[in-house]
């Protein structure tokens, strides 16, 4: 039966018929079809979804039906929080916003005394009849002088800026954000999700004295069904996929950044990488030379111990995007340092970096050292920007001038970060800055023009030409100027909608985000 989208609740099957729109995000139970995300993500081609795939609410179902799980209805929506993102940034305030408030309180005060001054002036001392002139000419001094322009003219710029970075898939968090973005001169960036796909791939597993590679493998992959890692993830599918009966952990602990700790079948189990290891005194020795090996053809290696004796190690290989070599490229061309910091091991970051031309890299760190790197840079006079996916990367992204969070990761990322990039690709860092630095010229513009507006309509109203050439100005004249300065100042930060934004075509197409109303969909 077709129902109101406000009748959708979780775990709900909706039936999704072709030519429709998906109505909240879920999970396809059945059927298969071609989607189209461009609304979302800005890929013009639709995306293939079949049964396990992940929906989004609003996109288009282009071609097969499907039957999906409701997840998330409401507020609680992709879409729904990408509109409240927008809207926050829109509402907030520009560090140059607050200058300007704090220059228009004093100059309202300036005007009272200017129209004060002016009233007395012609008063005393102008032709008959004088008070007459007197008032007329405050009047328009008071008119001409509104700060108008001057409140408009940051939050026009501000408000148009994070309504174009929407439609490029790019998501301000505030104003600050967008002005800050523009001095970043460093970049911190993670491996896994940032610089890769974040859809690793299980290579091996490789047993150690009683464990067998097989049972290495099972562990592991029991271990790591409580884990969100992309890398736990696979270890998962890959157990499935050869059929082995994976176990219910019975305690499950994230060390973030270094690897996971827990109980299964009874054995205390941790995965992780060397610092994990070292921290539980374990004795990895046996198997680096393999370790290492594996690591020089970029893989990801974890080492599996049990009750603190080494069972294993288990590598997974995460392709690079490939959009990530012209996304450093830009940023390089920007004199913006590039750093990779990673809780990989240092031999697969560095294979890893000299692939894309990163010079420094540092392996193997906690978030805690990450968090340092950024105030250590921070301390040395750089504006820093710290890009990631995890949860291992939140405490860095909050303490960075600049957080920026991949839309493909997870919600504590972009909860910590300032900038998200629904997309997840790296390119979109150059198109945000580029219309970060176009916001701000705009903005100066605007502050300027209303200055001197002001500088030259507040002499004139006043009557201090009439000496020289008779001119006085109406107080409707005076009504008029003062609404086309302020039609002036929207005028030029609409233009913000066509400035050309450095990478931008090579980032998206998309359209404008568009919330669908009053939706009716088929429930079975």
Request: hydrophobic share 50%; with cysteine; glycine share 10%.
């Amino acid at each position: 039966e077709d129902i109101p989208l406000a009748h959708v609740h979780v775990g709900d099957l909706l039936r999704v018929r072709p030519g429709e729109k998906v109505p909240t995000d879920g999970t396809v139970v059945e059927g298969s079809s071609a989607v189209d995300e461009s609304m979302l993500t800005g890929e013009p081609l639709p995306v293939t979804k079949r049964v396990g795939d992940k929906l989004i609410g609003a996109t288009l179902n282009a071609s097969g039906a499907l039957v999906m799980k409701s997840g998330h209805v409401g507020s609680a929506t992709v879409l729904s929080q990408i509109v409240q993102m927008v809207a926050m940034a829109q509402r907030s305030r520009a560090p140059m916003q607050r200058m300007a408030d704090q220059v228009a309180g004093y100059f309202v005060v300036g005007v009272v005394v200017v129209a004060l001054l002016t009233f007395f002036g012609w008063g005393f001392f102008g032709p008959e009849p004088s008070w007459v002139h007197g008032l007329i000419n405050a009047v328009a001094v008071l008119i001409i002088a509104c700060p108008c322009a001057l409140g408009l003219a940051t939050p026009m710029s501000i408000m148009v800026a994070t309504g174009r970075g929407a439609t490029h898939g790019v998501l301000f968090r505030d104003a600050a954000a967008i002005e800050n973005l523009r001095k970043v001169d460093t970049l911190i960036v993670d491996k896994t999700g940032t610089l890769t796909e974040g859809r690793p791939t299980f290579e091996r597993a490789i047993g150690f004295g009683r464990f067998a590679e097989d049972e290495v493998l099972r562990l592991a992959a029991s271990l790591d069904q409580g884990s969100e890692h992309p890398l736990a993830a696979a270890l998962v599918a890959a157990a499935k996929q050869q059929g082995l009966a994976l176990d219910k952990p019975e305690q499950f602990d994230s060390a973030s950044g270094i690897g996971v700790r827990g109980s299964v079948s009874g054995l205390a189990l941790a995965l992780g990488n060397t610092a994990l290891m070292e921290q539980l005194g374990v004795d990895e020795s046996p198997l680096a030379s393999e370790a290492e090996a594996l690591r020089a053809q970029g893989a990801s290696v974890m080492y599996l111990a049990a009750d603190k004796v080494l069972a294993g190690l288990l590598a997974v290989s995460d392709p690079i995007k490939a959009t990530t070599a012209d996304a450093l490229a830009s940023l390089r061309e920007a004199n913006i340092r590039v750093i990779m910091a990673t809780g990989d091991g240092l031999t697969t970051a560095r294979s890893v970096a000299q692939r894309l031309g990163i010079d420094e890299v540092h392996g193997e760190v906690k978030p805690a050292d990450k968090l340092k790197l950024v105030e250590k840079l921070q301390a040395e006079g750089r504006v820093v920007a710290m890009a990631g996916d995890g949860i291992n990367d939140a405490p860095a992204l909050a303490r960075a001038d600049v957080g920026i969070a991949m839309g493909t990761g997870t919600d504590v990322a972009m909860n910590s970060a300032q900038l998200t990039l629904v997309k997840g690709d790296l390119r979109g860092i150059a198109t945000a800055r580029a219309l970060s630095v176009a916001t701000v010229a705009n903005m100066k513009q605007n502050l300027a023009f209303a200055f001197v507006y002001n500088a030259l309509g507040i002499p004139l109203a006043a009557g201090l030409l009439y000496p020289f050439t008779g001119w006085l100005l109406s107080p409707m004249i005076a009504a008029l100027a003062m609404s086309l300065s302020s039609a002036s100042v929207i005028g030029n930060a609409l233009r913000l909608r066509a400035a050309a934004i450095q990478g931008a075509l090579r980032v998206t197409n998309s359209g404008v985000l568009v919330a669908s109303r009053g939706n009716r969909i088929l429930i079975s």
